[in-house]
């Protein structure tokens, strides 16, 4: 009687957390998230011109994707990129220069399709004016380097700094709430994006490693219920391992860093060795696993600076609340970082700050370069 007594009170205490909110927690939209194959799956599969039936989007492994485009000629790939930009694009398995320009292409075609929106007098004007914004949003990206573009939704969007093909090393950031395709990259908040993160990373590596800035799962609206539970991580975490597959090949195993709600979805995805070198978690309010040893890649938790309100959430997971264990605990079994001139929930990232040099020895491959949150010396493993 007691224990339940007990566990009621904690779930009561996160609950109050997110509804009533608590250091930055408040109310928020639910969330649907996106999943399954993009729009134009359906007249894709249906295409017989090459003669063979075409992998499926929905079902195909990003092995048997790679494997199908192999045996295409440069004509035939371009051909389906031209006929189907939005499928192309956003295929893991397939090659990367293919994935650049299918969507350069589906941007190209989405723009058109919201400049008719914005013209069209049945639509009331702040229908006009979103079209007209969304519009302007798909041109600003029609010259980066976009791995993957999904307007549905609220949009997703992956962008690659530097050249994936070349760099010996590899890195993906995945964000926590509040981004989408047209926030990613807001300049307002240059280091709390997945952009913004990815830019500094890649400085701070002296631009030796690619970084990913990998907005490809529907994130929470704010920081409430969708926040609190797993429902939208889980979508992402099969997107996410999907994305990974397919860059396994060519960039081998990448370093994983995850901020925030994302740090859920990365947990929850359970990389493997062949996906993932490292994974970092920072600003985390848990990820849903037990403990480092849940997880079959090295795991860094960054310390967390004073000012990062995630430390006022409870670390629970009660009646379907909370994503438990705390990565930076002791007992976790991660190596904690530090993170000294970091400040708020966003500034891991942010040059001069020790978790930024911290976060580029470990994209670099440089473990000993690392050093402990407790200590400043050399972080050796944990586990």
């Known amino acids: ?89 956003n295929l893991d398995g397939a090659p990367v220069e293919l994935r650049y320009r299918a969507n350069t292409l589906a941007l190209a075609e989405e723009r058109r399709r919201e400049l008719a929106r914005a013209a069209d007098p049945a639509l009331g004007p702040q229908e006009q004016r979103a079209a007209a914004g969304r519009a302007r949003r798909y041109a600003s990206l029609a010259d980066r380097r976009i791995l993957a573009f999904d307007p549905r939704g609220r949009g997703q969007i992956a962008e690659v700094y530097g050249d994936l093909t070349k760099a010996t090393r590899t890195a993906v950031v995945v964000p926590g709430s509040d981004v989408d395709l047209m926030s990613f990259d807001r300049a307002g908040d240059p280091y709390g994006t997945p952009a913004g993160m990815a830019g500094a990373l890649r400085q701070a590596t002296g631009d030796r490693v690619a970084v990913v800035a990998w907005t490809g799962y529907t ?35 990448v370093s994983l860093f995850c901020h925030s709600y994302g740090s859920a979805v990365c947990g929850l995805a359970g990389p493997s060795p062949a996906q993932v070198s490292d994974l970092v978690v920072l600003g985390s309010p848990g990820m849903d696993i037990a403990d480092a040893r849940a997880l079959r890649v090295p795991l860094w938790a960054t310390e967390r600076n004073g000012s990062d309100w995630i430390g006022n959430v409870p670390h629970v997971s009660v009646l379907g609340l909370g994503h438990g264990a705390d990565p930076t605990a002791a007992d976790f079994g991660a190596r904690v970082v530090g993170s000294a001139g970091s400040h708020g929930h966003s500034g891991y990232f942010a040059p001069g700050t020790a978790s930024l040099a911290n976060f580029a020895a470990i994209a670099l491959g440089e473990p000993a370069q690392v050093r402990c949150a407790d200590t400043g010396r050399e972080c050796r493993d944990a586990r």
């Open 219 to 253: 994130t929470p609206v704010g920081v409430g219920i969708d926040a609190a539970t797993t429902g939208l991580a889980q979508a992402g975490a099969s997107r996410l391992s999907s994305f990974l597959d397919g860059l396994a090949p060519v960039t081998g195993p």
């Open 1 to 89: 009687m007691l224990g339940r007594f007990r566990r009621g009170l904690v779930a009561a205490a996160v609950a109050a957390a997110v509804l009533a909110g608590a250091g930055g927690w408040a109310a928020a939209d639910s969330q649907t998230p996106v999943t399954g194959p993009p729009e134009g799956s359906a007249a894709w599969m249906a295409d017989g011109v090459l003669g063979v039936r075409l992998p499926d989007p929905g079902r195909a492994s990003a092995r048997e994707v790679a494997r199908f485009f192999a045996d295409l000629t440069e004509a035939q790939r371009l051909a389906l990129a031209e006929r189907h930009p939005l499928v192309v694009g």
